[in-house]
Nanobody, 115 residues
Framework: QVQLVESGGGLVQAGGSLRLSCAAS????????MGWYRQAPGKQRELVAT???????NYVDSVKGRFTISRDNAKNTVYLQMHSLRPEHTAVYYC?????????WGKGNLITVSS
């Protein structure tokens, strides 16, 4: 089992920045990819960014150049640095880990971007 705990969300004005953190615990040795997904009001959950254990990253096109995912394998923590936030980025952001052929999710962290 893997547990994921997110932190760092909240309210920010348009144009501002936030950094999300997600700390994994439990059977972390088997974690391969980690990442972030988001679910905006009335929409389906969508991929934001992922990063493998080796550091290969993948982003949804809409956040390229604006968001950066990084990972500290020693701390079993993944980060999402977000810049130039817009109201359309308002969503619940979920941490995800893929380990032992299973998907693990955090509880979600609400980010609200005010105009």
């Amino acid at each position: 089992q893997v547990q994921l705990v997110e932190s760092g969300g909240g309210l920010v004005q348009a144009g501002g920045s936030l950094r999300l953190s997600c700390a994994a615990s439990g059977s972390t040795f088997g974690i391969n990819a980690m990442g972030w997904y988001r679910q905006a009001p009335g929409k389906q959950r969508e991929l934001v960014a992922t990063i493998t254990k080796g550091g290969t990253t993948n982003y949804v096109d809409s956040v390229k150049g604006r968001f950066t995912i990084s990972r500290d394998n020693a701390k079993n923590t993944v980060y999402l640095q977000m810049h130039s936030l817009r109201p359309e980025h308002t969503a619940v952001y979920y941490c995800h880990a893929y380990a032992y052929t299973m998907d693990y999710w955090g509880k979600g962290n609400l980010i609200t971007v005010s105009s």
